[in-house]
């Protein structure tokens, strides 16, 4: 489900004319520049980053220095077990240690996951946008259109009171025609009403100055090439933002899981110290000679014998990793089921939008008749005016299934994960 790709300058946009309405594509690229959501995903990548560099780390060298004064009586010896120094200076780096080099791999993977969870939250902010952007537009439509059909039950409201003036109508007829003017009112009203709510909430997404109207182009969702539904299961699977997060997960359980299990395996690090001694630490006093400068380098290797945690660590990683496996297989079901019944609701929404194309062709036929038959003195002004109220109804249906329509396809390339590529 594929569109077409474009450029797009925030800065530009905001520095336009408020006349300039603003177009589908530029009004969400304004909602993802300024979500919160958003912002709070790629913050949340960062600190994966983050953490990442710091698992890392410890292959990296390190180096460490002090100073101090201790008096000595007796055997020199500093709390640590350590020789006392009046300046020292120690480097260590980790050569080999299977178990830290597993969690280094888990933690890269989890950093992927979380940037893929910014295209998903990235994906959640265009379907909201987009579908606030598009209801706007059908009910915008919409009022166009009831507009001009209450004028014309107003007048069929005052003709109808010469009629009962006249005695040629009933009173019945006069209720009838106010039952349908305020009808059509208050349909406006709750048009009026969702349109208010849906604007402030764009203006809060696209940072629309509140003094300004919001001025926007009534335009559709470019619709996508027809594909079946096993090509669009398959796009699913390939490209789907959620699937993906819930594969990492499951990758980041196994690396962790490999960690545990080379807890058993011996660890080798290079150390190395400098110290500077003090003979007023009794050193001439216990050891054969005195040296001021004092170096030690070499590698320092470490073999595990007996540690009982490594084994509970080994069982709790295979359950979380038993875990992770059993929620990806329920993901790409419920995917595959999702993206079925979403094609299957986009099919269904394209019936009823060609029902309600049908049901506009005839009230626009119907009232081409009654002006040829008035025309003619054969037709009555009221029921021009209720085929013209009919009319407005049919517009109304045909916006609101065409929006429907819409609403079904942003579904499904949520589903496929293609929603994103609306702003590239």
């Known amino acids: 489900m594929l569109v077409a790709a474009f450029s797009f300058d925030g800065a530009q946009l905001m520095a336009q004319s408020p006349q300039s309405p603003l177009t589908l594509k530029e009004t969400l690229a304004l909602a993802v520049q300024r979500s919160p959501q958003i912002a709070e995903a790629q913050a949340k990548q960062r600190s994966a ?12 060298p390190s180096l460490f220095t002090g100073t101090g ?3 000595s009586s007796g055997f020199p010896l500093a709390p640590g077990g350590n020789l006392p120094a009046l300046f020292d200076l120690a480097y260590s780096q980790t050569l080999f240690n299977a178990s830290a080099r597993a969690d280094v791999r888990s933690a890269d993977v989890r950093a992927e996951a979380r940037r893929l969870s910014v295209a998903q939250v990235r994906a959640a902010v265009i379907l909201q946008t987009a579908s606030m952007y598009l209801e706007l537009v059908a ?7 009831q507009a001009g059909a209450v004028s014309g039950v107003d007048e069929l409201v005052d003709v109808t009171l010469n009629q009962l003036a006249e005695g040629r109508a009933l009173r019945s007829d006069v209720l009838r025609a106010r039952l349908s003017a305020a009808r059509a009112r208050q349909q406006i009203v709750d048009l009026e009403g969702r349109a208010s709510v849906i604007e402030q ?5 696209t940072g629309v100055d509140p003094g300004q109207p919001l001025q926007i182009a ?5 619709r996508a090439p027809d594909r079946t539904v096993d090509t669009l299961v398959a796009a699913a699977e390939a490209n789907s933002p959620g699937l993906r997060v819930v594969e990492a997960e499951r990758r980041a359980s196994e690396e962790h899981l490999a960690g545990p299990r080379q807890g058993y395996w011996p660890s080798l690090d290079r150390v190395g110290t400098y110290s500077v001694l003090g003979r007023y630490n009794n050193y001439d006093t216990y050891f054969r000679a005195f040296q001021r400068n004092n170096v030690n380098v070499g590698v320092q290797a470490a073999v595990p014998i007996l540690n009982p945690a490594t084994r509970a660590s080994v069982a709790l990683a295979q359950s979380e990793l038993i875990e992770a496996e059993a929620t990806l297989r329920a993901r790409r079901a419920e995917l595959a089921l999702n993206v079925r019944r979403a094609a299957q609701q986009l099919r269904g929404s394209v019936a ?3 029902v309600a194309d049908l049901e506009v062709q005839l009230a626009e036929e119907t009232i081409r008749v009654l002006r040829e038959r008035a025309a003619e003195g054969r037709a009555a002004q009221a029921d021009l005016a209720k085929a013209q109220l009919d009319e407005a109804a049919a ?3 045909l916006f ?6 819409q609403q079904a396809d942003l579904q499904l390339r949520t589903e496929t994960g293609e929603l994103n590529q609306l702003v590239p």
């Open 218 to 222: 009534l335009e559709g969702l470019p």
């Open 400 to 405: 609101m299934a065409e929006y429907e329509r």
């Open 352 to 354: 009823k939008r060609d």
């Open 395 to 397: 517009w109304t249906a």
């Open 139 to 145: 009910i915008r439509r919409s009022l166009e259109r």
């Open 69 to 71: 004064a201790q008096y």
């Open 201 to 205: 909430q764009l203006r809060d997404a």
């Open 49 to 60: 980053a983050s953490q990442t560099e710091s698992a890392r780390a410890r292959f990296q």
